[in-house]
C-alpha cells in the first residue's frame, strides 16, 4: 500500500524523552566538538626503548588533528636474537599543542607491520597510553598466532577512555611493546616493520571534546 501525507509526527511524550536522552549524553560525553583545522601542532617527539634507537622514530599529526601517526624503522622482535630479542619496548612521548577549551582521549589504535610466525608461536602488540600528571592508562593488545607470514593492520579500542585535562597541556606518552611466545619446542617467529614502507606504523585516532 503507497503511503502518502506526512511522516507521524512524535508524540510530546516520545520528544521530551528524546530530548532529554541528548542532554544525557552531552552530560556524560561533555560537547563533541574540535579544534580549527591546523591548530594542533606537535612541538615535541622523544623516544627511548629497544624498539626504537635514536634515529628510528618520527611522528606525525594530521591537519584536521584526528590523528597522530608514530613510525618506526627498527621495530623488530625475532626469535633470531637471543631473549633480549623477543620483546621490544618504545616510549615515545609527544608535546602536543592546541587550542584551551577542548580536551581528548585517544579512541582507536591502528597498527600495520609485519609478521612471520611458525605454527605454535605468536606475536603480542601492546600499546598503551597515559598523559603526565593525571592518573589512568589505557591499553590495547593484539595477538596473532603462528603460522602466519603476511603484513597485517588491525585496529583495537583501548579498554578505558584517560583524558587530557581541561586547559593544561601535559605529555601524551605512548607506549609500545611487541612480544613473541616462540613455543614449545620453539619454532621460529618475527614481528617487526612491513615489508613494502619499511616500517611499522601506529596511528592514534585522537576524540575531542570541548570543555
Ligand atoms: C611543550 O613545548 C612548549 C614549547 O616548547 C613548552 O613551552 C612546554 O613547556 C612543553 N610542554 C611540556 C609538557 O613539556
Redo the contacts with the bound molecule.
Sequence with gaps: MAQRGFPPVPSVATMAALLLLAFLTLAIHGQAASPDVGTIKI??FTYAGDGCPPGSAEGAVSDDGQAITVMFSKYTASTDAGLDGLRKKCAVTV?L?YPPGFRFHLGTVTMRGYAKLDAGTSGTAQTSYYI?GTTGTAKANRVIAGSFDDNYEFTDQFGVLVYSECNV???LNLVSEVRLKPGNPAKSAQMTVDSQDLKLTQEFAIIWESC
Design positions: 612541538l615535541g608535546n599543542s603526565s597541556v601535559r605529555d
